[in-house]
């Protein structure tokens, strides 16, 4: 009997499913879009029954492609973009639209909180973490100032994942990557802090939120009512997962504590594991990591990959349509994009793009755009700048890192750009060291198929399913010493930029 594991990732733009065998290499692979709704500004939701519609679909279609026996799944995981927020009824049904992580309405609570002087010690201190807007604790002082209404209709306060893994089992729970990294736990217990809660002024909400579960643990049973939607066996084991940046960096093999994981997309992530908390330190976020004796920290902000997305959608692709009454995919309108950046060589005058098309505290308008262009200037350099300022984004958060860890280690590389050549060098370009690329198709749905296998007990524990089940390293991209050079003069220039332009100028 073939011992194959499901795994199943809600990220920022759709919903993956993939079947793995114990060996790591896909059998089967299936997604489906999910659409981005912002009804205003610096808002981004998501319908939660399409979302689910989405995973039913994605998990169809897996099994549907090899003609796989669904009794040689042995389990299933899931694993999804962490914060935002999911408010459920009590049978799964969704109270209001979904919050994706990357929405910023909640920015208003933010600068009020930020604004106490004992924040730090109530809150910063217990979590290891900044606060944000896109948190589900900020989210949830912003719905009651706004839809109070929305209380009373809520039995459960979920992630995204969390919510899923309810859907197909019936099974209301939390998971603690997830659980420890959203605002609401004390990092060092575990454990559901009411002091803190109540500090934030959301201390009612504690009764909406679900009991804990762990990333390895089973935390559930599919339904015999998604069985009979999917597909699946009924009574196939789920384990709990992981929020998809612990699951990345599972995929990634990242077992030591002097290497770098870099995901690349929607957000831009970076992250080392620890063996100890910094609760002195300013942290963007910590979270508890599957193998229950590391935490994961990282320096993030949700303007990644986004930035270019957005520009090729909105700008290249709609000049192109405009032209061309064919359809065009986005494949064939990002190769036409490194086609026109090769043509030219960059230099230190060349314009450069503000990476924030999803809202930022680091700027006063908190804004994106372009900054130095000319007459001599065109679409090619445009291009070439919106790619830059993603690896600049990367380069401001692990210039953070390297404060308060030494990382003498290499530097391992997934997300949408480790799959283009040509942005990968610019990466190791701007960061200056050699960058390994992770060899997984789907960093997140292996990374939540391995907690799967642990899970089922196909591995006895986390070091053993990643070393059977990962393999780390694709190919080596090598840095350019004379483009070294010049990334660092362009982000130099980029930095004084920001400082120039930063709140704490004009506070």
């Known amino acids: 009997m073939p011992n194959y594991v499901l795994g199943i990732d809600n990220g920022g733009t759709a919903t993956k499913a993939a079947i793995y065998d114990e ?5 089967a692979l299936d997604q489906a879009k999910l659409e981005t709704l912002t009804p205003h500004a610096m808002w981004t939701e998501r319908d939660m029954e399409q979302m689910w519609q989405a995973n039913l679909q994605a998990i169809r279609r897996c099994l549907a492609q090899e003609g796989i026996d669904p009794a040689d799944i042995r389990a299933l995981s899931i694993t999804g973009h962490g914060n935002g927020l999911y408010l459920s009824t009590a049978d799964g049904g969704s109270v209001r639209h979904g919050i994706i992580s990357t929405d910023c309405r ?13 924040l730090h010690t109530q809150v910063q201190a217990k979590t290891c973490s900044t606060v944000w807007a896109g948190q589900p604790a900020a989210l949830l002082a912003w719905l009651d100032r706004y839809e109070p209404d929305v209380f009373e209709a809520t039995e459960y306060v979920f992630t995204a994942k969390d919510y899923i893994r309810f859907r197909l089992t019936g099974e209301a729970k939390i998971e603690l990557t997830d659980f420890t990294g959203i605002t609401l736990a004390n990092l060092t217990t575990g454990d559901l ?28 049973y599919v339904s015999d009512d998604v069985a009979g939607l999917t597909g699946l066996r009924p009574g196939t084991p789920v384990a709990g997962g992981a929020m998809d940046v612990a699951t990345c960096a599972v995929a ?35 979270t508890s990591y ?10 993030a902000s949700p303007n990644g990959v986004a930035n270019l997305e957005w520009y090729l959608k909105n700008v290249i692709g709609r000049i192109i349509s405009t032209f061309t009454p064919a359809p065009i995919s986005d494949r064939e309108i990002f190769s036409l994009c490194e086609r026109l950046i090769s043509e030219f060589t960059p230099s230190r005058e060349d314009p450069f793009f503000l990476p924030f098309i999803n809202g930022t505290t680091l700027t006063e308008d908190g804004r994106a755009g372009f900054v130095g262009l000319t007459q001599i200037h065109d679409i090619r350099h445009m291009i070439r700048a919106v790619y830059e300022a993603v690896v600049f984004c990367h380069m401001l958060h692990i210039e953070k890192l390297r404060d308060y860890r030494h990382l003498s280690g290499g530097i391992r590389f997934t997300g949408g750009a480790a799959n283009s050549l040509m942005w990968a060098k610019m990466f190791a370009d701007g960061f200056g060291t050699d960058l390994h690329i992770v060899d997984a198709e ?18 006895p524990d986390l070091a053993t399913a990643a070393a059977a089940m990962t393999k780390p390293s694709r190919h080596t991209v090598t840095p350019t010493p004379e483009f070294t050079d010049l990334f660092a003069q362009r982000f130099e220039h980029f930095k004084r930029y920001i400082n120039r332009n930063s709140l704490k100028q004009h506070s």
């Open 23 to 27: 060996n790591g290499r896909i059998v």
């Open 106 to 118: 909640a920015q208003e609570i933010i600068d009020e909180w930020l604004t106490r002087p004992d």
């Open 193 to 220: 802090d009411m002091e803190m809660l109540d500090y934030l002024g959301i201390g009612h909400w504690a009764t909406k939120i679900p009991p804990r579960c762990r990333s390895t643990e089973i935390a559930g």
């Open 252 to 286: 990634a093999g990242l077992t030591t504590q002097d290497e770098l994981c870099v995901v690349t997309g929607t957000w831009s992530i970076n992250q080392i594991l620890s063996p100890v908390v910094h609760p002195e330190e300013d942290i963007f976020l910590t």
């Open 290 to 299: 599957p193998d229950d004796s590391s935490y994961l920290i990282l320096e």
């Open 442 to 459: 789907e960093s997140g749905t292996l990374g939540a198929a391995i907690l799967a296998a642990v899970g089922c007990g196909i591995y």
